[in-house]
């Protein structure tokens, strides 16, 4: 946010309006799915681990990419630097996507391992974060 306020501060970039207005458009939906994401699935938790007792989610956003809560944080926060008008701060998030990859894919390792199901979802559900992408 420091960035952000330096470049509103001396006008270092100019997003236009109605990019702002589109941006605020998708970081207020990537929060309610977000907040979606998070009722469909009780077993979300910051570390990468199998529960017990925990079953494969496959149905709502998991029936159509296999991580849709990483999906919508990607969205959420690739907005906010669009939203506060800094093509600068969209730099400072960038990296957030590799982070996520790399997470992905350590975490799928786990789950393939740990969670029963978890292969036959990824026959089902092709695509981790972007349908037809990746």
Known sequence: F???GLDYR???SRVPTWLVIV???ILLASYALYA???RENAYLSRTVEVSEGQRVVDTGLYGIVRHPMYA???WL????PVVLGSWWSLLCFLPYVAIIVVRIKNEETVLEKGLAGYA????RVKYRILPFVW
């Open 2 to 4: 420091i960035v952000a």
């Open 36 to 38: 979606e994401v998070m």
């Open 72 to 74: 919508v944080t990607v």
């Open 23 to 25: 941006a605020s458009v």
């Open 77 to 80: 926060f690739l907005s906010i």
């Open 120 to 123: 036959e979802y990824k026959k």
């Open 10 to 12: 001396f006008a270092w």
